[in-house]
């Protein structure tokens, strides 16, 4: 599974970035796709989740400003940002989970928040 990532940047506080991840390769053997956040000097975290079969799971400090969704094809997964934040400020990973867990990583995008 190769996986892209795409759609970074600087962004003000309270303002809108929707990341792109496109998936290639053994996309069958994928049970979820999600996007993971590292910030300097903290561990990497998932910050949002989507399976197969389309359920959702969030961080609880993203929930109701970020949304996570995928194309019909399961081969494009996006997460939507809205009201950011200073402290959403990290490298974001798209990753795939299959059989032996979250296996597959992208290329992190970096998100900057700030004034």
């Known amino acids: 599974v190769q996986l892209q990532a795409s759609g970074g940047g600087l962004v003000l506080p309270g303002g809108s970035l929707r990341l792109s991840c496109a998936a290639s390769?053994?996309?069958?053997?994928?049970?979820?796709m999600g996007w993971y956040r590292q910030a300097p000097g903290n561990q990497r975290e998932l910050v949002a989740a989507?399976?197969?079969?389309?359920?959702?799971d969030y961080a609880d400090s993203v929930k109701g400003r970020f949304t996570i969704s995928r194309n019909n094809a399961k081969t494009m997964v996006y997460l939507q940002m809205n009201n950011l934040k200073p402290e959403d400020t990290a490298v974001y990973y798209c990753?795939?989970?299959?059989?032996?867990?979250?296996?597959?990583w992208g290329k992190g995008t970096q998100v900057t928040v700030s004034s």
């Open positions: 390769g053994s996309i069958f053997s994928i049970n979820a």
């Open positions: 990753s795939a989970e299959v059989h032996t867990g979250w296996a597959y």
């Open positions: 989507i399976t197969s079969g389309g359920s959702t």
